[in-house]
């Protein structure tokens, strides 16, 4: 099942209280998501992504509530998922957090995001700091966050976070011609992909061709995500699944490092940059034991 982050977990545990800074800010309490956040989650979300990468984003479509109203109606489901809230003393929602428990003591930062009149408070900081806590086993973290992003980077300079690599984003807009479908073509799931992109507006699709199998992306109506760069010399493939989806006008492909992969669909431009980086010592910079 896609999900926008790629983990499919969720916890529960009791709202935390949270001392307010120093410097006067009100007091911030953080406490689990609730379905009734989910259209305040994807609103924030949404807002905190330029405009020209949202194409790009699962996180970024109109639908991505109504999926986190199933995530948060059904922890059961995702049991290692956290979406955490930051709320102020009167009940105002400041910011959120999304993580995943990977393994024992690893847990993985998917989105951290701070409406615009509440940065500069530590919110972030003790979003972080309520997921430490209920987690004390946890000892290490790492992320994924935008080249460019340098808030975000100066934040988690201050973590201890270190850089450990880049992954560039390409698109292509499609020049597949005259190419015709290739014919040895199954698309798999070809039902449950539509209705996905109908309820939530992205998805996943599983293509057969011949002995190769192609999982691609959908995260948008109108990209189509090579997980594996191969699927780009691969016309006749792309070809198929544009004829079950017209409305499909780029591919994207994500690739360490800044070389682009060969394509046989269309020239490849860079959109993005992202870093992974990760920390050993999260606990330690959060001053906790």
Known sequence: MPVPYGAQSIVRFPSVAVASRADGASGVRVRPATVADADWLAEVSRASFARHLHDYLTSAQPGVGRFWQVV??????????????????DGRR???ADLTRVEPGLAHLSYICVVEAA??????????????????????????????????????DRLGFAGDATTTWWVA??????????ADVRLEGLHAARAWLDTYGF???????GDATHVLGRPSARVLRCFDPATLRRPGVVAAVVRAFPGIDRVLVMTPGE???????????????????STSEIRARLELP
């Open 173 to 182: 807009d499609l020049a597949l011609g005259g190419v015709a479908p290739a």
């Open 259 to 277: 070389d682009a992969p060969p394509s046989a669909v269309g020239p490849l431009r860079a959109v993005n940059r992202s870093l992974r980086m």
């Open 203 to 209: 998805g996943e699709l599983t293509v057969v061709a």
């Open 119 to 156: 940065r500069g408070r530590g919110v972030a900081r003790e979003l972080l700091r309520a997921y430490a806590r209920t987690h004390p086993d946890l000892r290490s973290m790492r992320l994924d966050v935008f080249a460019d992003n340098a808030p975000a980077r100066a934040l988690y």
């Open 72 to 89: 948060l109606a059904h922890p059961e489901s995702f049991p290692t998922r956290c979406f955490l809230v930051a709320e102020d003393e």
């Open 94 to 96: 400041l910011g959120f």
